[in-house]
């Protein structure tokens, strides 16, 4: 199954070592149901030991000179991409999205590991002039301690080194719980980390079932500056109201509920690519996933066209075989809430134009999906729908469109086709949302800051400003110079 028979680990790492646990749980993978493994089911008080290993690491690792670290991150880098064939299968197997797609996300993440290596040479201070001739006012800025952090299932690679990779170059220390869906890929991680000779203690990865009782561990001990979280919106507002009493530093990336706005002055033939790309990556299993269309009218109907005809052309299947596009859904409860939402829309009186319904009864495997006449009342407009469903509404007028892209809790991502280079800017700026894609459906690249607003969460990851949410600023006020 996995040429390098040392990246598949079933054991946690900590303190640069593997260890067991009392318990263990099955992964499984959604394509086939088959057993792929039995992973050591760590405990909070384990979570507890793992803190006291990133938190012991700290002293030295903070000291280490910025070179040293991008170094060490400059070889975890290689690693990765050495073994990227056997890291993206292993992703494939416990998560299900197809080969290709797998394999691009263990570069996407690489990619975040490069740049922050050499961001890390860049964490740059100021000097400030003074009120008197006898002081200096210095501004530095340094790590704030351990990182804990929460990852899902969606992409369990990148979701894990973009915050990884900013912590370390930073000086930081972490300590990660990934989805426990999808452990093989962080402890494939962990053991390329030690390959890489990252020291004991710097990086750790604890899988574990007891997300509540790892959770209070990460967002409640003392020695823990900084909480990272990648989920939904409810248990972020959990985490952070759990964070709160310790007053500690977070990073939150939350839900989403893009809108795709298709104006009439629009290249259709790019706005329907760019729409494929962003609607039915990882089978609409992402937080900056299209999740309403809005088509001006005038050109509605011939989009719709455009829209079926590509969409019906999709292969569903097992993400192993290379000529599949879409692979299963996470589980079951992830197929009964896409079948609720497509049945509650037409129940209200969406068209149901191809899909709506899994492949087979008891498959993981829904079909592609159009729906038209969507409404903005519709649980299917107003929920993240984290699915192969695409659901099609029209409108009328520019302010209209922006007024309905806007009416919503959450602000992530936001994409919008059109020509008219005066439109272009006033609809950019206009949507109230962290990134917004303009002509492009595929946004996210380790340069640029990764973000929401409103409920969507705070903090960035990627970029330059990525590295500020793992620091902190001092000031220095050197007095008796004169």
């Known amino acids: 199954m996995i040429s390098d028979s040392q990246l598949l680990r079933t054991e946690n790492f900590w303190q640069g070592n593997w260890y067991g646990a009392t318990q263990r ?56 991409l050495a073994h990227q064939d056997e890291l993206a299968l292993l992703l494939t197997l416990e998560q299900g999205k197809p080969l290709a797609e797998a394999k691009g996300e263990i570069v996407y993440g690489a990619s975040y590991v490069q740049w922050f290596a050499e961001e890390a040479k860049r964490v740059y201070g100021d000097t400030i002039p003074a009120t008197s001739a006898d002081k200096r006012i210095l501004v530095l800025k340094q790590p704030v301690g351990v990182v804990t952090a929460i990852t899902p299932w969606n992409f369990p690679n990148a979701m894990i080194v973009r915050k990884a990779a900013a912590a370390l170059a930073a000086g930081c220390t972490f300590v990660v719980k990934p989805a426990q869906q999808t452990p093989l890929s962080a402890l494939a991680l962990a053991e390329l980390a030690l390959q890489a000779g990252i020291p004991a203690g710097v990086f750790n990865v604890l899988a574990s079932s007891d997300a509540q009782g790892i959770g209070a561990v990460f967002t409640q001990d003392p020695r823990v500056a900084k909480f990272s979280f990648t989920g939904s919106t409810a248990v972020g507002k959990t985490l952070l109201a759990q964070c709160a009493q310790g007053v500690k530093r977070v990073s939150m990336e939350l839900g989403g509920n ?118 903005d009342r519709m649980a299917v407009a107003q929920q993240e729908i984290f699915g192969p469903v695409l659901a099609l509404q029209s409108f009328d007028t520019e302010d209209e469109v922006l007024a309905r892209a806007n009416a919503t809790d959450y602000g992530l991502a936001a994409y919008f086709y059109s020509r008219d280079i005066g439109r272009i800017f006033r609809v950019a700026e206009g949507l109230q949302f962290g990134m917004v894609g303009v002509n492009e459906g595929i946004i996210s690249n380790a340069a640029a800051p990764f973000g929401g607003v409103k409920q969507s969460g705070y903090g960035r990851e990627g970029s330059k400003y990525g590295l500020d949410d793992y620091l902190d600023i001092k000031y220095l006020c050197l007095g008796g110079l004169g």
């Open 258 to 375: 893009a809108p795709f706005i298709v104006f009439e002055d629009a290249d259709l033939d790019a706005a329907v690519q760019g729409l494929m790309a962003s609607k039915f990556r990882n089978a609409g299993q992402t937080c900056v996933c299209t999740n309403r269309v809005y088509v001006q009218a005038s050109v509605a109907k011939a989009f719709s066209q455009k829209v079926q005809q590509a969409v019906t052309s999709l292969r569903l299947g097992n993400g192993c075989d290379s000529k599949v596009d879409l692979g299963p859904l996470i589980d079951d409860a992830a197929c009964r809430k896409v079948e609720a939402l497509v049945q509650d829309a037409v129940a209200a009186g969406a068209n149901l134009i191809c899909g709506g319904q899994r492949q087979s009864p008891d498959s993981l495997f829904y079909l592609p999906t159009v729906l038209s006449k969507v409404d």
């Open 25 to 80: 749980f099955a992964v499984t993978n959604p394509a086939t149901g088959e057993r792929l493994a039995e992973v050591a089911d760590a405990t909070p008080a384990q979570a507890q030991q793992a803190v006291s290993a990133a938190a012991e690491a700290f002293v030295s690792w903070s000291s280490l000179s910025a070179a040293e670290r991008s170094a060490l991150l400059l070889r975890w880098h290689q690693l990765l």
